[in-house]
């Protein structure tokens, strides 16, 4: 059997390719720029954009199933940057397994598909998907995720997985950026700061979706998603202040009003669609939504279809998590 994991050499995706390599499963990986790191460990590389049809009909053709991991992270304005990884890159995975008559596709999702601005306490999956949401990336998943789970059909299973708030060793994105903001003093509680939110360890979502690929061969989770999560929300200040105190760096104390931070970033949100509109804002509507308002959410069905249960609990994965990022500000601040 080959597998393609489109984002193999992302933070989650050389996680997916490590357990399936464990498995005696050949990998093929897509990306813009070599992976020599993958390469060394026995995966073929092939370079490619999936944005273009015809490159990815060549990476999925000759392979077996594909996990369809790869995104464009971040908060900036560029709309049709996110369309075209999310959206044109999907439908083109889509239609390429469809031709070449790949059987399993796992795509990697997010909780952000149904964020309404709202707090999300403990909500399942039945939550409806909000396509109008003002966060391109939301916007862009949740038209990808739609395009998968309706393409779900006899000769191609299918199955979303929305893991939250990706922490682990090798983060390239969540907890550098916290970590830079509280060092700069930029970082502020917005609103109260009693908010709980998913988080989940990185080798949690990458074992969640093995056992996804596996349940499509029992039809149960076919056309389905998931909330992947830890063991139980976190309260979000609490769990960032405590990652700041191992590493003895300032707690974050200071506060500012909900509607202060939500028209603030309204207002740059503007300025830099215009003017930078491929530069990450430092605030924006979504991030002062996501930053004040709760977004957790139940995991029964991930845990009677899939038997998911969290293998690094929060304890543990923080151990790792905070030993990581000592050894990393040793290089990047001579900490």
Not at 70 to 94: E, F, K, P, S
Request: aromatic share 10%; hydrophobic share 40%; proline share 4%.
């Amino acid at each position: 059997m080959k597998v393609l994991v489109t984002g193999g050499g992302g933070f989650l995706g050389c996680h997916i390719v490590e357990l399936l390599q464990n498995r005696g499963i050949a990998v093929r990986v897509v990306g813009r720029r070599p992976q020599p790191i993958l390469e060394s460990r026995g995966v073929e590389f092939m370079r490619g954009d999936i944005s273009f049809s015809n490159d990815a009909d060549k990476v999925v053709h000759g392979v077996d199933a594909v996990f369809h991991v790869a995104g464009r992270a971040g908060l900036d304005m560029d709309y049709q940057a996110y369309y075209n990884t999310h959206v044109i890159g999907t439908r083109n995975i889509i239609r390429a397994c469809k031709r070449y008559d790949v059987r399993k596709l796992v795509f990697t999702s997010t909780p952000a598909v149904v964020f309404n601005g709202s707090d999300l306490s403990g909500v399942d999956e039945s939550i409806p998907r909000q396509l109008n949401y003002h966060w391109f990336y939301a916007q862009t998943k949740a038209i990808a995720e739609k395009y998968v789970l309706e393409s779900n059909c006899s000769d191609l299973k299918t199955v979303a997985l929305r893991p939250h708030l990706l922490l682990g060793e090798g983060d390239p994105h969540l907890m550098p950026k916290i970590l830079q903001y509280a060092r700069d003093g930029r970082l502020r509680i917005i609103g109260r700061g009693e908010n709980q939110v998913d988080v989940t360890f990185v080798a949690n979502a990458a074992h969640a979706h093995i056992l996804a690929f596996d349940a499509l061969d029992r039809g149960k989770v076919c056309g389905k998603a998931y909330f992947i999560g830890q063991e139980r929300p976190v309260f979000l200040w609490e769990f960032i202040n405590n990652i700041l105190k191992r590493l003895r760096l300032p707690p974050v104390e200071e506060k500012i009003e909900f509607i202060k931070a939500y028209n603030w970033g309204m207002a740059i949100e503007y300025f830099f669609r215009i003017f930078l509109r491929s530069r990450q804002p430092p605030m924006t509507r979504a991030l002062a939504d996501a930053l004040s308002k709760d977004h957790y959410f139940l995991q029964d069905r991930a845990y009677e279809d899939l038997g998911y249960v969290p293998q690094v609990t929060i304890e543990s994965g923080l151990n790792t998590l905070v030993h990581a990022l000592r050894l990393q500000l040793q290089v990047l601040w001579k900490y």
